[in-house]
């Protein structure tokens, strides 16, 4: 197998500074009919909603996995955006989701992201997704990676055997 050149690993660019200005932007989880809920976050947690829609269902007509993935996944990686400094950007290296009820369609659901803890490198959140009436569909827990420009050195390469 010829070698190839190592291309250093992407890197994210960084976050729109304001909350609603990023919440605006959009992103992936407005694909799927989601939006951050400015009025509802702030300085480590944010909350997004939406309403659960026929194209959300997966074949035994309940919410498919992925979108309780992604409306978590956005909450707890914008909560984490929220405590940035200004030469800082994230992305999520790990994501833990438990799916606790099915939604249907209709149901206008809540994720709440909270960060847990936020170290120089790693931050820790969690997440919970709610229906209208309070009932509680999915919990998640997740771990972001943070990268300053104050951080020069790049990512170490990785061998493979040939």
């Not at 993935?69 to 994501?95: C, F, H, K, R, W």
């Not at 509680?136 to 300053?148: D, E, K, L, P």
Request: net charge positive; hydrophobic share 35%.
């Amino acid at each position: 197998m010829p070698r190839r050149s190592a291309r250093p690993d992407p890197r994210p660019t960084r976050p729109l500074p304001d909350l609603l200005a990023a919440a605006r932007r959009g992103g992936f989880h407005t694909e799927v009919g989601f939006r951050i809920d400015a009025r509802h976050s702030g300085h480590g947690f944010v909350t997004v909603t939406g309403k659960v829609e026929e194209r959300h269902l997966n074949i035994n007509g309940v919410v498919h996995g992925g979108v309780y993935a992604t409306i978590l996944d956005t909450a707890m990686g914008a909560a984490v955006v929220s405590m940035l400094g200004e030469t800082e950007t994230t992305a999520t290296t790990s994501l833990y989701v438990e799916f606790l009820r099915a939604a249907r369609e209709g149901e206008t659901l809540t994720a709440r992201g909270d960060v847990l803890r936020r170290g120089r490198h790693i931050a820790f959140a969690e997440g919970n997704l709610y229906g209208a009436d309070g009932r509680r569909f999915s919990q998640a827990r997740g771990t972001w990676y943070i990268w300053s420009q104050e951080d020069a050195s790049p990512a170490p390469s990785v061998r493979r055997r040939g």
